[in-house]
């Protein structure tokens, strides 16, 4: 039995497809599930055992384009705050 070359060549069913939460191509088909990050599940799939993949897709690796306005506003906000504190 040749578990090589010849097997692969009958593959010809795609078993994941494109996931709709993260993009990548590790949607199960038959389990209906995402291998990246877990999709159908409310809660992102990440593990410690795996810190360069969290370093990855960990907040700040985009635009984060609502949050540097949150951030913006916080650091204004303790302006003022030491500002009244030293009157």
Do not use: D
């Amino acid at each position: 039995q040749t578990k090589g070359t010849s097997s692969f060549g009958k593959r010809r069913n795609k078993t994941h497809a494109l996931c709709r939460r993260c993009g990548s191509k590790a949607y199960h088909l038959q389990k209906s599930s995402c291998g990246k990050c877990g999709y159908p599940e409310k809660r992102k799939r990440k593990y410690n055992w795996s810190a360069k993949a969290k370093r990855r897709n960990t907040t700040g690796s985009g635009r984060i384009r609502h949050l540097r306005v949150v951030y913006r506003r916080f650091r204004y906000r303790l302006q003022i705050f030491y500002i009244l504190v030293a009157i």
